[in-house]
């Protein structure tokens, strides 16, 4: 019997902050937690090297701040030491499941985690190491999906696969329009021109200059990042 290999070889996984928050109203639920990170395992397991983006809205989100009467570049310094808790509890979960995981943060905060080298990152990930990278872009007026997009085409990533709670790129937001359908493929400049909500319009933009694919699929779906990574129809598929 012939083996079934990955459909990639390295992914930029971006993990929103909702996401290790499960049913809670904020923070981090230990469950949740555990169970993303076994999927992960999983996807280690099969040879794949996994680079993580990591959020931080179920802790801070800047842009509530600021609109709250908070500066906004202050709210999102606070937004991006947020991703850096997030990454914390994951890497934390990840050494647990018999991973061994790297934090690199993009902004300078050495006695906590290790700052965002490159070719470091690069070296871990062909250690078989699991990288998350911290405080997004380590800059105000981002966002982690953007960070998602710029680590992916930096690590030479094939693909960043988006887990959020949706389960893909639908023609409205179906939270909010139910008669919405949802996108098996569709294009960058489709999903640009038509302002799909479910990514920034820079992280698009930065993954089309860049000719990196991004597949969003439902991060509340067992076994759906194991689907992704062996190239099985999951999600929704954004390309050049
Ligand atoms: N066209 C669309 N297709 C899918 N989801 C959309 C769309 N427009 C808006 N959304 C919303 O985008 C949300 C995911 O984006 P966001 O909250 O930024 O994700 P995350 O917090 O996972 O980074 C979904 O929960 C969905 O309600
Ligand atoms: O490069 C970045 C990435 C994140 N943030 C801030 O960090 C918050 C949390 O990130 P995000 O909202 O992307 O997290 P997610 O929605 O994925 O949980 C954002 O609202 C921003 O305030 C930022 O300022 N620059």
Do not use: W
């Not at 949706?166 to 038509?194: N, Q, S």
Request: hydrophobic share 45%; net charge neutral; charged share 20%.
């Amino acid at each position: 019997m012939t083996q079934v290999q990955p459909a990639h070889k390295r992914i930029l996984l971006k993990l929103s902050g909702e996401a290790l928050m499960g049913d809670d109203q904020f923070g981090i639920n230990r469950a949740t937690i555990e169970r993303m990170v076994s999927e992960i395992v999983e996807v280690s397991k099969v040879g794949v090297q996994v680079a993580v983006v990591i959020g931080g809205g179920n802790i801070f989100r800047g842009v509530a701040g600021g609109s709250a009467g908070m500066d906004r570049a202050t709210a999102d310094y606070m937004g991006m030491l947020a991703t850096v808790m997030n990454a914390l509890a994951l890497a934390d979960a990840m050494d647990k499941q018999g991973l061994t995981a790297r934090v690199m943060s993009a902004i300078g905060i050495e006695q906590v985690v290790e700052p965002y080298v490159r070719p470091k990152a690069l070296q871990y990930l062909e250690e078989g190491k699991v990288v998350v990278f911290a405080a997004g872009t380590g800059n105000p007026f981002f966002t982690t999906d953007t960070a998602a997009a710029l680590r992916g085409a930096e690590i030479g990533a094939e693909v960043v696969l988006k887990a959020t709670k949706v389960d893909g790129v639908y023609t409205a937001d179906p939270m909010k329009d139910p008669t919405a359908t949802r996108y098996t493929k569709l294009a960058f400049d489709e999903a640009i021109g038509r302002n799909l909500g479910i990514m920034d319009a820079t992280a698009f933009a930065l993954c089309r200059d860049q000719k990196l694919p991004i597949r969003v699929f439902s991060i509340v779906k067992p076994g759906a990042l194991l689907r992704v990574v062996m190239g099985e129809d999951e999600g929704t598929l954004v390309h050049a």
